[in-house]
């Protein structure tokens, strides 16, 4: 029987074999830890300590300021050195708590004290999940405890674990589906029992075909909840996409997946649940994978909220033996961010450090050449919009025909159409000017 897939997409090459199957190595840092407070969607947490101040691991140091925001802890003891506006790797600035390390990872009294899931109510669950400060881990960022409370929860029909990884290079999740299948399941059956009328589906694509074994493992006796097996394409973790293959059912631009019965949940974000609910642990630590061919040890590692990225692309080796590091990019090669330099932090939804011994956007540049016309950049976008077109009405500057009639704010920049593209056209980096453009005159 054939897999279940969507419309469009693509094929890239996987080049996961660089860290799949190593051991997850524990990371512990040596330099001062760094939070921004906008390390989510909404509002920028408010921080609760103050310069001089002392903490411990996963103390509060900021809270969630409005109802979509997000908690954030210390993933590290030591004292408060400052609170102040800095310039991340990324180009944006944001507001940070600077923590001196000590070194020791003093935690705060309570947590790893466990609790039977069985014992939690709704209520505990996602005050739990509120107090641990967890979001959308696979990239999105949006608060979870949000995420689940929609208006009508016996509407909800599904919940879906995604478990996809389909981005090249990244191997994370399929390592913590291995270790923390059991996890994994606990914390689905806790949603499950927060949304009574809901059946649960874990969908992994089948290039990971160890994982798929131990979720199925851990699944066999458990009533309502399954593996579901999915052809490996690009982007098959699109959470349009995926309820698309999952239930059959199509979202709508501007639609949320609540309004067609639909919860999804990364993978990632669903283990940290189970360590919020079950160990009182907040979210202090992430997986992440640093791979790429510019990179002497592509490896798993677990690692502290708050890292310097510069200190985790140094723990993974540096540069490869014979090769110079062109090009970092903070998530993987098809909806990554480029990083103008590694003294930054690693946050909430950072999932992966690709490392590059040639720029590839360079090599394209290079080849660039007009419109072709050809038409693959449509047939490749997984939800039917027609990038040809969209590309030409932003660089003429009519950003109203780009939104209101090419609908192009439901791009969700997956970077399909720009791998197609045999004139080498930046698409995906046109569209997110694009958005950026039109969302600044919005707020103003």
């Keep these: 029987?054939?897999?279940?897939?969507?419309?469009?997409?693509?094929?890239?090459?996987?080049?996961?074999?660089?860290?799949?199957?190593?051991?997850?190595?524990?990371?512990?840092?040596?330099?001062?830890?760094?939070?921004?407070?906008?390390?989510?969607?909404?509002?920028?947490?408010?921080?609760?300590?103050?310069?001089?101040?002392?903490?411990?691991?996963?103390?509060?140091?900021?809270?969630?300021?409005g109802f979509v925001s997000a908690n954030i802890v210390s993933s590290c003891s030591g004292t408060v050195k400052a609170i102040e506006e800095r310039k991340l790797g990324t180009g944006a600035k944001a507001t940070c708590i600077v923590i001196e390390n000590d070194g020791n990872f003093t935690l705060q009294e309570g947590i790893g004290v466990e609790k039977d899931p069985d014992s939690l109510s709704n209520d505990e669950i996602l005050a739990a999940i509120k107090k641990a400060g967890i979001v959308g881990m696979g990239g999105a960022g949006f608060p979870t405890n949000v995420k689940l409370m929609p208006k009508n929860p016996d509407n909800i029909e599904y919940i879906i674990a995604n478990g996809c990884e389909c981005e090249p290079y990244i191997t994370c999740d399929d390592e913590l589906m291995k270790k923390h299948a059991r996890q994994i399941v606990i914390a689905m059956k806790l949603l499950m029992q927060l949304f009574e009328n809901a059946a649960g589906v874990i969908a992994i694509e089948d290039?990971?075909?160890?994982?798929?074994?131990?979720?199925?493992?851990?699944?066999?006796?458990?009533?309502?909840?399954?593996v579901m097996p999915v052809q490996t394409k690009y982007p098959e973790g699109g959470e349009r996409n995926l309820i698309s293959v999952v239930t059959g059912r199509n979202l709508k631009g501007g639609q949320l997946p609540a309004e067609l019965g639909c919860l999804v949940c990364n993978v990632a974000s669903l283990y940290a649940i189970y360590r919020a609910c079950c160990l009182n642990e907040p979210l202090m630590d992430r997986l992440v994978t640093v791979s790429g061919e510019g990179v002497a040890n592509p490896h798993n590692m677990l690692v502290k909220l708050g890292t310097s990225m510069a200190e985790l692309v140094e723990a993974a080796g540096g540069a490869a033996p014979g090769k110079e590091i062109k090009k970092v990019l903070s998530g993987g090669p098809m909806m990554g961010i480029p990083l103008i330099s590694l003294d930054t932090p690693l946050c909430k939804n950072n999932n992966a450090i690709t490392v590059f011994a040639e720029d590839p956007v360079e090599q394209a540049q290079l080849q660039m050449t007009a419109c072709f016309r050809c038409g693959r950049c449509q047939q490749a976008c997984p939800i039917g919009l027609v990038p040809q077109l969209m590309a030409n009405a932003a660089e003429r500057g009519d950003l109203d025909y780009y939104e209101k009639k090419l609908y192009g704010l439901d791009c969700f920049q997956c970077g399909s159409c720009t791998f197609v593209c045999p004139a080498k056209r930046p698409l995906m980096q046109t569209f997110k000017q694009a958005k950026a453009a039109i969302m600044a005159a919005k707020r103003k």
């Design 1 to 65: 029987m054939s897999l279940k897939t969507f419309r469009g997409g693509v094929h890239p090459e996987e080049k996961k074999e660089l860290s799949v199957g190593k051991p997850i190595e524990v990371y512990l840092p040596k330099g001062d830890l760094v939070f921004p407070l906008n390390q989510h969607i909404g509002k920028p947490a408010k921080p609760v300590v103050a310069k001089g101040d002392k903490v411990l691991a996963g103390q509060l140091i900021a809270e969630a300021d």
């Design 207 to 226: 290039n990971k075909p160890t994982a798929i074994e131990a979720m199925r493992g851990v699944c066999a006796k458990e009533k309502g909840l399954s």
